[in-house]
């Protein structure tokens, strides 16, 4: 069952603006939810944290991301958005959605989406 749907990836020039959604299942969204982020990840690299809301809509941004990056969920929280502004080449990666459930008051368990690719070209 897929349980993370992500769209709105891309190809865009630099300067450019793309938002990234990213749809929760209903099995999924009704369990508890710690933290819903994005990452990005590049050929030969680790993936990356992008920007990551947690429960409480508390953000955090990677250094790269802030001040560009906006992430943010709709109300009832089944989908999270990643706004991208001032968009530069080494953007490009595949992006990732990803959600963390809390299974126990020690236990989280990541789930993850199939990546959409942003491209920006200069």
């Known amino acids: 069952q897929v349980q993370l749907v992500e769209s709105g990836g891309g190809l865009l020039q630099a300067g450019g603006s793309l938002t990234l959604s990213c749809v929760v299942s209903?099995?999924?969204?009704?369990?508890?939810?710690?933290?819903m982020a994005w990452y990005r990840q590049t050929l030969g690299k680790q993936r990356a944290l992008v920007a990551q809301?947690?429960?409480?809509?508390?953000?955090m941004y990677a250094d790269s991301a802030k001040g560009r990056f906006t992430i943010s969920t709709n109300n009832a929280k089944n989908t999270v958005f990643l706004q991208m502004n001032s968009l530069k080449p080494e953007d490009t990666a595949v992006y990732y959605c990803?959600?963390?459930?809390?299974?126990?008051?020690?236990?989280?368990?990541?789930?993850w989406g199939q990546g959409t690719q942003v491209t920006v070209s200069s």
């Open positions: 990803n959600v963390n459930v809390k299974t126990s008051a020690y236990q989280r368990v990541a789930i």
């Open positions: 209903a099995t999924l969204a009704s369990r508890s939810i710690d933290t």
């Open positions: 809301i947690s429960s409480d809509s508390s953000t």
